[in-house]
């Protein structure tokens, strides 16, 4: 069993940055690929960045290139979302995922096997 924590949302106005964290329990977290997602109310949860379980690869939603940046430090067990640049349709719950021994389907939500609670962010004007 793996718990997921996240941690730094809050509220900004366009433009600004945060930076979110997940941190997790356990002696395995190099063993998984970690993952963000988001969503608002009405709609489905929505894949938003992936990281391999070294950090040598990471994937993004078109809709975030350019300004999110996804991060680990397995010595710390954590993962981290750079945002940059917030826009006010990045307002949502933003969730960690982690994922054992990885997956090509790093952008569905059904190949994850641990969630965290969500942290609020969002973005005003």
């Known amino acids: 069993q793996v718990q997921l924590v996240e941690s730094g949302g809050g509220l900004v106005q366009a433009g600004d940055s945060l930076r979110l964290s997940c941190t997790a329990s356990?002696?395995?977290?190099?063993?998984?690929?970690m993952g963000w997602f988001r969503q608002t109310p009405g709609k489905e949860r929505e894949f938003v960045a992936a990281?391999?379980?070294?950090?040598?690869?990471?994937y993004y939603a078109d809709s975030v290139k350019g300004r999110f940046t996804i991060s680990r430090d397995n010595a710390k067990n954590t993962v981290y979302l750079q945002m940059n640049s917030l826009k006010p349709e990045d307002t949502a719950v933003y969730y960690c995922?982690?994922?054992?021994?990885?997956?090509?389907?790093?952008?569905?939500?059904?190949?994850?096997?641990?969630w965290g609670q969500g942290t609020q962010v969002t973005v005003s004007s």
């Open positions: 995922a982690a994922d054992y021994g990885g997956s090509p389907y790093y952008a569905n939500q059904n190949a994850y096997d641990y």
């Open positions: 356990g002696r395995t977290f190099s063993r998984y690929a």
């Open positions: 990281i391999t379980m070294s950090g040598g690869r990471t």
